[in-house]
């Protein structure tokens, strides 16, 4: 991916990341002020845990950040929420990298256990709050990825090889909980949520399944 390429897809994923929040918050707005429901605005940040299942690569977890925008709207049991997160990842090669993808390899002399590679991702999920209780909700939804860049940080991979697909779909499950219920100041929330990798990120050899999968963490605030 050259530098060209990879500038112009994070500017057009950031144009479309702020034409889907401003579309969003004008939603959402008007159907508080239309229906009288809770709405929630705020920014969260915490941790992904990530491993990569595939031929390949190690299948254990890796700690990374990811940070972002939410807006819910909620009604006594139920609610919508929709965000834009960004997150990073990280993907580990075992002994078997080498044999199944040496036609994209480098020449390097040995099997280069343990390389790796990190790769940033903005999330749209769409996600319903089924709410136990005020203070503790549960959520499911689907979640849209585009992948912004890779880096190759052992340099594992010849020059130009885009190792990860650009879009990928999930699958979401956690929990949130919301401090403060319907105060009108700032309200404080913590999550956990686990995310089911449901595509083949491969961009190498389609034939050859990789699925991300997540734990994430987070703490946010919201008006």
């Known amino acids: 991916m050259n530098l060209q390429t990879s500038g112009s897809k994070i500017i057009n994923m950031k144009q479309g990341m702020l034409l889907f929040l401003f579309l969003t918050m004008s939603i959402l707005v008007r159907s508080k002020s239309k229906f009288g429901l809770d709405l929630g605005i705020g920014l969260k940040a915490g941790l992904t845990l990530n491993k990569v299942n595939g031929y390949g690569w ?10 972002g925008f939410f807006a819910n709207l909620n009604k006594r049991r139920i609610g919508i929420q929709l965000e834009a997160l960004w997150s990073q990842s990280t993907m580990v090669t075992d002994t078997s990298f080498h044999g199944v993808y040496a036609q994209y390899y480098r020449n390097i002399e040995d099997s280069l256990i343990n390389g790796s590679f990190k790769f940033q991702t903005i999330a749209i999920p769409i996600l319903v709050n089924l709410k136990l209780t005020q203070f ?16 190759d940080k052992n340099k594992i991979l010849k020059s130009g090889t885009d ?61």
């Open 136 to 151: 503790l909700w549960i959520q499911l939804g689907p979640q849209f990825s585009s992948n912004l860049s890779v880096l």
């Open 58 to 67: 190690q299948g254990v977890y890796k700690t990374n950040p990811n940070a």
């Open 163 to 223: 190792i990860i697909s650009q879009n990928s779909y999930d699958v979401i499950g956690g929990l949130w909980v919301q401090f403060g219920g319907k105060a009108s100041i700032l309200r404080v929330n913590a999550g956990l949520r686990y995310i089911w990798g449901i595509s083949n990120i491969n961009n190498l050899v389609h034939e050859r399944s990789w699925t991300n999968q997540m734990i994430q963490l987070h703490v946010g605030i919201s008006y």
